[in-house]
């Protein structure tokens, strides 16, 4: 849920291990702390005021469902890559099942 809340403008305070680490920039769409330690939990919390809603929000774009299928077919497969099995471009969307 780290990527709704930043689309919302919202930073996100975060562990620093695990897969919400990974979407989040430390500083910028959040802070990342260890939650083991609650001077570091304070610090980040802190630091969680000066950051910019604008930049969560562009940072949660990087996420979207626009950006998945624009670069979809690439990761698969670069264009560059002479694969009989690759698919046109012209193929058109991709249905992606979520649940």
Partial sequence: MP???MAAGAAVLASDVGGTAESIVD???GVLCDFRSPADC???VDRLSGLLPTDARRRARLFSAERFDAHFLDWIAPPSSAS??????QAG???VATR
């Fill in 42 to 44: 304070m610090a980040a």
């Fill in 27 to 29: 500083g910028v769409s």
């Fill in 3 to 5: 990527v709704e809340a």
């Fill in 93 to 95: 969307p991709i249905a």
């Fill in 84 to 89: 009989p099995h690759r698919m046109p471009a």
